[in-house]
């Protein structure tokens, strides 16, 4: 599986961003899919991911959603009231094992190369 990550830019506090996970390959739908970060001088960070149902970081719940298509084999994230603090490269993974650890970096086999947000305050 590869996978492409897009959507990224500059975003003005409060303002609302789509990213988007283009992946490659069959099989797509039975992948859990999941949404990490990686902030200048951090470590990579869970956000979201999604199975047979959506699981959130805390900071970011309430204001983000992951979404899929399974027909066009991508993955979404809408990013809305976006703050300073979700400045970040995010990248998009694939587990194809079928979890259980959504939330962990390790769980997942196949990363997409990144795609950067800059939140201005």
């Known amino acids: 599986v590869q996978l492409q990550a897009s959507g990224g830019g500059l975003v003005q506090a409060g303002g609302s961003l789509r990213l988007s996970c283009a992946a490659s390959?069959?099989?797509?739908?039975?992948?859990?899919m999941g949404w990490f970060r990686q902030a200048p001088g951090k470590e990579r960070e869970f956000v979201a991911a999604?199975?047979?149902?959506?699981l959130y970081a805390d900071s970011v719940k309430g204001r983000f959603t992951i979404s899929r298509d399974n027909a066009k084999n991508t993955v979404y994230l809408q990013m809305n009231s976006l703050k300073p603090e979700d400045t970040a490269v995010y990248y998009c993974?694939?587990?194809?094992?079928?979890?259980?650890?959504?939330?962990?970096?390790?769980?997942?086999?196949?990363w997409g190369q990144g795609t950067l947000v800059t939140v201005s305050s």
């Open positions: 993974a694939a587990d194809r094992d079928g979890g259980p650890w959504y939330m962990k970096a390790d769980e997942y086999e196949y």
């Open positions: 999604i199975t047979w149902s959506t």
């Open positions: 390959g069959r099989s797509f739908s039975s992948y859990a």
